[in-house]
């Protein structure tokens, strides 16, 4: 099974109120772009939820084996002088955490600065508004 059936709605690593819609937008483009530390980012939202005990232990593993085998599937942005600095700029234009900068940041790389170009799917609400104001079309 391809991670992007949404017809059977297994989610990409955890199951979240808006899984089927955003695999069937996976479903709809079948690429997935994302930020060199993007890994880190999905173990460390795993590793709360356990601590949480919102995820039990086998599901959280269960994730984890998801999120090794999605790697191969996307295409990754590698942390560069171009990345960083652009991060920083963002920081000053946006209410955005560090890491949320550095992910938005990586997307203006991946447009190539023509954020028009690229969608950006978000689920964090500060991220899905500045990506908004710098020019992208944001799902869901």
Request: hydrophobic share 45%; aromatic share 6%.
């Amino acid at each position: 099974m391809k991670f992007w059936d949404s017809s059977a709605v297994v989610p990409l690593l955890v199951a979240e109120p808006t899984t089927r819609h955003l695999l069937q937008l996976l479903e709809a483009d079948k690429g997935l772009t994302v930020w060199w530390a993007t890994p880190v980012e999905c173990a460390s939202a795993i590793a709360r939820r356990e601590r949480d005990e919102a995820l039990a232990t086998r599901d959280s593993n269960v994730a984890l084996e998801r999120l090794r085998a999605l790697q191969s599937y996307w295409v990754e942005i590698n942390p560069t002088a171009k990345v960083r600095d652009s991060a920083v700029r963002l920081l000053r234009t946006h209410p955005l955490r560090s890491s949320d900068s550095l992910q938005l940041a990586a997307a203006m790389v991946a447009a190539e600065d023509e954020p028009s170009t690229l969608g950006f799917v978000c689920l964090d609400e500060r991220l899905k508004t500045a990506a908004q104001r710098e020019g992208f079309t944001v799902a869901p």
